[in-house]
Each structure stands twice: as C-alpha cells, then as structure tokens.
C-alpha cells in the first residue's frame, strides 16, 4: 500500500487528456454521422467520401490534442473538445448549404458557386497549426505582459489600417474591415482584440491601484477621479472612430465591450460599468443621428418588414427560418437556410435554428456556454494578476460575440456583421479563435499544474542531533 502511494504521488495528479481524446473523437464520429444525414436528407449517393472526410477530422484533432499533451499536459481536458465540435458542425452546415447552392444553380441554369466547405476545411488546418505554434512559443503567459506596449501598438494598428486604405482593397458590403491582395484576403481586427487584450490585461495590472483610487461618492457608489477617466475616454473615442473609418458597428462594440469588462474584473467596482455604460449610450445616440448606416441598422432592427424586399430582407427571411424550425427543427438538410443572404457567415445561427430547432440551438448554446465557463473558471484558478484578466477577457470575448450574433440573428438587437465563433465561414476569425483558445489553454494549463516541490532535506540522526542549553527566565 505505501509503495502504491508513493507511486501514485510521484506520478502526479491527473491531466485529464485521455477524456479530452475520447471527446474529441465523439467530435469526430458526430461530424460524420451529421455529414451522412445530410446527404442522406439532400438524396445525395452516399460515398466513402464522407467517412474519409471525418477520418481526416479526426486526425487534424488528434495532431492538436498531441501537442497538448506535450506542451500543455495540465491545460483544461474540455475546451478543446468544445471548439472541435462547434467547429465541425459549422464545417456539416457549410457543407449543406455548398449542396443546396449547386442545385439552386442546376434548376436555375447559372454557373455552378465556388464550394465553400474545403476552404474552410484549409482555414481549420491553417488555424490548428497556428494554435500548435501559440502553445510552442508561449511557454509562460506572463510572459506576454513584458510586450504588452509592443503588442497594444501592433493591435490598434491592425484595427485601423482598413479604414484609412482604399475602399477598394478594404471595403465589402459596406464595411472596410479587409484587406484584399489578390486572392488572399484577410481582417486584420480578427487578431488585433487579441493583442489589445494582452494589452489591456497589462495595463490595468500596472495602473491597479490608479483605477481603484476613490472618488467623490454618489448613491452609495464610489465615483472614480475625473483625471482617472482618461483611458476609459480614449476606448470610447477609439471605439466611435472604428465605427466612422470602418462602418463597423460590431467591432466597435466588442472592443468598448472587452475594456468595460476588464476594467470592472481589476477593480471590482460597479461605477466603472455604470460610467461605461452611460459613454455607449451617448455615442450610440450620437451615431444615430449621424451615420446613415447606423440608422439604417436601427430602422431594420425595429422593423424589418417595412421594407422586406429592401434593407429588411436578409433579417426577415433568418426570421422566418427560424420560425420554420419551430422546437425541433426540419432536419439536417430538409430545410431552406440557402434562402437567406450570407447564411454561412452572418446568419449562420438561423440556419441552424431552421434545421435543428430551438433544441439544437439550445444544445449549441451550451457547448458555447461550457467553453466560456471553462475560460472563467481557468482566470479563477491562475495565480497571477496578469492571468487572471487576461483569461478574463478571452473567454468574454467569446461570449460577447456569441450574445452579439444571436442577439442581431434574432432581432433582440441590431445587426452588427459579426460571425459566431468557430461556426460561421471565415478564414481570419476561425485561425484568429484558434491562436485565442491556445491562450486559454496555456493559462489553464499553469492554473491547474501542481506547484513544484521543494526537495526534503532529511533530518540528521537523533544521536547526532545538536544541543543547546537554554536558560530559563527567572
């Protein structure tokens, strides 16, 4: 019994990466059996071509849960798993709407569409490569906030460069969030958030004690300084600015979103959210009154069937898809989702509501919800500072993103543009999410490693023990 103790305490605490395995690979055979059912559902022939399609998935998930287990052995056994199986059921539903299009094409007699579904197979893999790259480089995440300036400086830059180049390289449906090289094209803001995120966790962690400084109270509220409102302004201002050079309403927000909230995780105080708040408000106003598109997005978002065959026609159709799904859905190619504009990018969510029902879209909420808990969870149990905002901010920009598209997708909101992590098509944000989970990864990895051990220094013998002669006090 004492020589399996010792055994079992030189091994170490559990890692958890034989569960993450098995997972990915009930990813793995999910995707698959999802692939059939469509073909099935389209009355396509069933070939060996899907199973090969799913082994080659497997694989890919294997190759990264191998570099987790080398580079990360403590990180969380459930996040991985998550990503590949939001991954690959936006990789089944791109598939099936890459069907419907060629046979809308076929009836209608046009040329046939660009398939879609192996580029974003290749986007998977890029991004898998970068994720193995993330954890190779980045063996500390503290780290990171030495080049915190370096990596805030490159962000903004990032986010800014598409909307002072020309619209012709930068610019598509109206929004310059691209940069266009020929075939290649890219969104430059898709990694940025992660770089001002790096930033900002650093910064705030410097400037703590500036930030929780208090002020003048107000309704039992601690007011901070007005001099200390100064970061908190030029967020705002960078944020109105996003939206005027760029026409980007979602980016925008996501970024004024992420500084809000980690301005409140470093200082705990509920007035920073209030003040922030209160500054969206009043540029959301400002922005209505000004920019044309904004008002339009307003106008839509109140009333989309004012104008179905104009502005409101793509959130009307995602609304009556979701309806045609009602609870349970019209099954995995039985559906019409083809119908709405863009439904593999910015209404994804419609047509996965239209195919698998409110029980479906349910069941996607909760893997999202999962991977975003287990994010917070990683910040809570990460010993540093610097760790724990930054896991802070990773994991709710995910979940920002999340209630941003579901939100527009369902007319809780006005639309933004924004695409669903993982799910949506989309090269930059797929590799950029990718490179934003290894993160999570490693600072999950260091909160749930066992701390080391100082080596025992054996005690000498009790004969040869020394002696000292103690007087007692009188």
Same mark, same amino acid.
């Not at 698959?32 to 059912?37: E, K, N, S």
């Not at 199986?85 to 094409?105: E, F, P, Q, S």
């Not at 159709?317 to 349970?328: D, K, V």
């Not at 909420?365 to 010993?383: D, E, F």
């Given at each position: 019994?004492?020589?399996?103790?010792?055994?079992?305490?030189?091994?170490?605490?559990?890692?958890g990466?034989?569960?993450?395995?098995?997972?990915?690979?009930?990813?793995?055979?999910?995707?698959?059996?999802?692939?059939?059912?469509?073909e099935?559902?389209?009355?396509?022939?069933?070939?060996?071509?899907?199973?090969?399609?799913?082994?080659?998935?497997?694989?890919?998930? @294997? $190759?990264?849960? !191998?570099? %987790?287990?080398?580079?990360?052995?403590?990180? #969380?056994?459930?996040? &991985?798993? =998550?990503? *590949?199986?939001?991954?690959?059921?936006?990789?089944?539903?791109?598939?099936?709407?890459?069907?419907?299009?060629?046979?809308?094409?076929?009836?209608?007699?046009?040329?046939?569409?660009?398939?879609?579904?192996?580029?974003?197979?290749?986007?998977?893999? @890029? $991004?898998?490569? !970068?994720? %193995?790259?993330?954890l190779?480089?980045?063996? #500390?995440?503290?780290? &990171?906030? =030495?080049? *915190?300036?370096?990596?805030?400086?490159?962000g903004?830059?990032?986010?800014?460069?598409?909307?002072?180049?020309?619209?012709?390289?930068?610019?598509?449906?109206?929004?310059?969030?691209?940069?266009?090289?020929?075939?290649?094209?890219?969104?430059?803001?898709?990694?940025?958030?992660?770089?001002?995120?790096?930033f900002?966790?650093?910064?705030?962690?410097?400037?703590?004690?500036?930030?929780?400084?208090?002020?003048?109270?107000?309704?039992?509220?601690?007011?901070?300084?007005?001099?200390?409102?100064?970061?908190?302004?030029?967020?705002?201002?960078?944020?109105?600015?996003?939206?005027?050079?760029?026409r980007?309403?979602?980016?925008?927000?996501?970024?004024?979103?992420?500084?809000?909230?980690?301005?409140?995780?470093?200082?705990?105080?509920?007035?920073?959210?209030?003040?922030?708040?209160?500054?969206?408000?009043?540029?959301?106003?400002?922005?209505?009154?000004?920019?044309?598109?904004?008002?339009?997005?307003?106008?839509?978002?109140?009333?989309?069937?004012?104008?179905f065959?104009?502005?409101?026609?793509?959130?009307?159709?995602?609304?009556?898809?979701?309806?045609?799904?009602?609870l349970?859905?019209?099954?995995?190619?039985?559906?019409?989702?083809?119908?709405?504009?863009?439904?593999?990018?910015?209404?994804?969510?419609?047509?996965?509501?239209?195919?698998?029902?409110?029980i479906?879209?349910?069941?996607?909420?909760?893997?999202?919800?999962?991977?975003?808990?287990?994010?917070?969870?990683?910040?809570?149990?990460v010993?540093?500072?610097?760790?724990?905002?930054?896991?802070?901010?990773?994991?709710?920009?995910?979940?920002?993103?999340?209630?941003?598209?579901?939100?527009?997708?369902?007319?809780?909101?006005?639309?933004?543009?924004?695409?669903?992590?993982?799910?949506?098509?989309?090269?930059?944000?797929?590799?950029?999410?990718?490179?934003?989970?290894?993160?999570?990864?490693?600072?999950?990895?260091?909160?749930?490693a066992?701390?080391p051990?100082?080596?025992?220094?054996?005690?000498?013998?009790?004969?040869e023990?020394?002696?000292?002669?103690?007087?007692?006090?009188?």
């Amino acid at each position: 019994m004492v020589a399996q103790g010792e055994a079992r305490e030189q091994a170490g605490p559990p890692t958890g990466r034989t569960i993450e395995l098995v997972l990915l690979a009930f990813a793995a055979v999910l995707v698959t059996g999802a692939l059939i059912l469509v073909e099935a559902n389209q009355e396509q022939t069933l070939t060996i071509d899907l199973l090969l399609i799913g082994a080659a998935y497997l694989a890919l998930l @294997v $190759g990264a849960h !191998l570099a %987790v287990r080398r580079l990360a052995p403590y990180a #969380d056994p459930l996040i &991985l798993p =998550a990503v *590949a199986l939001l991954n690959g059921l936006g990789l089944v539903m791109i598939y099936r709407l890459d069907l419907a299009k060629a046979d809308r094409a076929v009836a209608l007699g046009n040329d046939l569409p660009t398939l879609l579904w192996p580029r974003q197979v290749a986007w998977t893999g @890029v $991004g898998l490569l !970068l994720f %193995v790259a993330v954890l190779w480089v980045v063996r #500390d995440h503290r780290k &990171l906030a =030495a080049y *915190a300036y370096t990596a805030g400086f490159t962000g903004l830059i990032l986010l800014a460069l598409p909307g002072v180049l020309p619209s012709s390289i930068s610019e598509v449906n109206g929004a310059k969030i691209w940069l266009r090289l020929g075939i290649f094209s890219i969104q430059p803001g898709e990694f940025a958030k992660i770089l001002l995120i790096i930033f900002f966790a650093a910064f705030l962690v410097q400037k703590r004690d500036l930030f929780s400084t208090a002020g003048r109270r107000f309704l039992g509220m601690e007011l901070p300084r007005a001099r200390d409102l100064a970061p908190l302004l030029v967020a705002w201002a960078f944020s109105v600015g996003v939206l005027v050079l760029e026409r980007d309403l979602g980016t925008s927000l996501l970024f004024f979103g992420i500084v809000l909230v980690l301005l409140y995780t470093a200082t705990e105080r509920v007035s920073w959210m209030l003040i922030g708040l209160s500054f969206f408000a009043a540029g959301g106003f400002v922005a209505y009154q000004l920019f044309g598109h904004v008002r339009t997005r307003v106008q839509i978002w109140i009333d989309p069937f004012a104008d179905f065959d104009g502005a409101g026609f793509q959130i009307g159709q995602a609304l009556f898809g979701l309806g045609t799904g009602g609870l349970g859905g019209t099954g995995l190619g039985a559906g019409r989702p083809e119908l709405v504009p863009f439904a593999e990018s910015d209404f994804m969510l419609s047509s996965l509501g239209e195919e698998l029902g409110l029980i479906g879209l349910a069941a996607i909420m909760v893997i999202y919800l999962v991977l975003i808990t287990r994010g917070l969870r990683s910040a809570l149990a990460v010993r540093d500072s610097f760790g724990k905002l930054l896991a802070t901010g990773l994991a709710f920009t995910l979940a920002l993103q999340v209630f941003i598209v579901a939100g527009g997708a369902s007319k809780l909101i006005p639309l933004t543009g924004l695409t669903l992590p993982f799910l949506s098509y989309g090269g930059s944000s797929l590799v950029a999410n990718y490179a934003l989970v290894a993160l999570l990864l490693r600072i999950s990895n260091a909160a749930r490693a066992p701390l080391p051990r100082r080596p025992a220094v054996p005690l000498p013998p009790i004969a040869e023990a020394g002696t000292e002669l103690v007087e007692r006090p009188s």
